[in-house]
Nanobody, 124 residues
Framework: QVQLVESGGGLVQAGGSLRLSCLAS????????MGWFRQAPGKEREFVSL????????AGADSVKGRFTISRDNAKNTVYLQMNSLKPDDTAVYYC?????????????????WGQGTQVTVSS
């Protein structure tokens, strides 16, 4: 069984930065694709960023390119999302997710396990 626990969310002013972390339990983390998603009130959950099991491949939504950076430390079973130049539109609950197939996929349905989410609020 895999458990994912996010941390690092909070309230920040526009233009500020936050670093989200996601700690995974279980042995599948090291060979799984990891993704970050977000869900704003009244909206569907959307893809933010992903990283392959080796860390060699990353992808991000157009809305966050150049501002958000995903990384992972397999020795620590942790994936990170560094968020810079935050905007009010980035306000959402952020979820990390694990895709045990090693495929590079952006769809929420591709991910087997999800964390409970961490709130990010960006004030204008």
């Amino acid at each position: 069984q895999v458990q994912l626990v996010e941390s690092g969310g909070g309230l920040v002013q526009a233009g500020g930065s936050l670093r989200l972390s996601c700690l995974a339990s279980g042995r599948t983390f090291s060979w799984s694709t990891m993704g970050w998603f977000r869900q704003a009130p009244g909206k569907e959950r959307e893809f933010v960023s992903l990283i392959s099991w080796t860390g060699g491949t990353t992808a991000g939504a157009d809305s966050v390119k150049g501002r958000f950076t995903i990384s992972r430390d397999n020795a620590k079973n942790t994936v990170y999302l560094q968020m810079n130049s935050l905007k009010p539109d980035d306000t959402a609950v952020y979820y990390c997710a694990l895709d045990s197939t090693r495929l590079i996929r952006r769809s929420t349905s591709a991910y087997d396990y999800w964390g409970q989410g961490t709130q990010v609020t960006v004030s204008s």
